[in-house]
């Protein structure tokens, strides 16, 4: 989002990208998002968590050491 900066994926806003997270993506993209949800989850920089921001979503939690 142009106005948080890059999406770092942590949905569940505990500082950390984890499976944990998955759940709230999933529920943020299938309801209404909060703003700070669709800063952490808008992949494509679209200003809106859609579904396009799936495959980001998943390559941040892919890429996690």
């Known amino acids: 989002c142009p106005l948080c900066g890059p999406a770092t994926g942590d949905m569940n806003s505990d500082t950390i990208l984890d499976g944990a997270d998955i759940d709230s993506f999933v529920q943020a993209l299938l309801?209404?998002?909060?703003?700070s949800q669709v800063c952490a989850g808008d992949?494509?920089?679209s200003t809106a968590l859609d579904?396009?921001?799936?495959?980001g979503f998943a390559s941040a939690l892919l890429a996690v050491p």
């Open 31 to 35: 309801g209404t998002p909060t703003p």
């Open 43 to 45: 992949f494509n920089v």
């Open 51 to 55: 579904s396009d921001d799936a495959g």
